[in-house]
């Protein structure tokens, strides 16, 4: 089997997600997923997917990430995971992945700064005197 390649974005983040027939390895940057996301919570973001499609164990998995934060760099590749799996099996895998919000992109980004605020929308102190 050739490896499935599919991106995944969330805020700042991109991910490239390669799937491969295999017994479950899951590199990230070169690294190992609990290496990569220390935190037990975020790394059961990644594999919600293969819960959800019972297909933990089944595929090896070699993802690169950049941009934002851990917790966008997570749905990032949950995104890109479930986008790949659904190129392995569309009639089958689509319908639970969009049942589960897997397949939506979230738009919400971090809004600019306008310029004579304090931040996008607070302003400065009124001093009337």
Not at 62 to 76: C, F, H, N, P, W
Not at 93 to 114: H, I, Q, Y
Not at 116 to 126: I, M, T, V
């Amino acid at each position: 089997m050739k490896a499935v390649h599919a991106v995944g974005r969330r805020k700042s983040a991109v991910a490239r997600v390669y799937l491969v027939k295999g017994k479950g390895d899951i590199k990230v940057n070169s690294r190992t997923l609990l290496d990569y996301f220390p935190v037990e919570e975020i790394a059961l973001v990644v594999k919600q997917p293969f819960e959800k499609l019972k297909l933990v164990d089944q595929y090896d998995m070699r993802i690169t990430v950049a941009g934002g934060g851990l917790r966008g760099q997570s749905e990032a590749i949950r995104l890109g995971i479930s986008r790949a799996l659904c190129k392995l099996d569309l009639e089958n895998n689509r319908p639970v992945l969009k049942k589960e919000g897997f397949l939506t992109r979230d738009a919400r980004v971090v809004e600019r700064k306008k310029y004579g605020r304090r931040k996008a929308r607070k302003k400065f102190q009124f001093t009337k005197r």
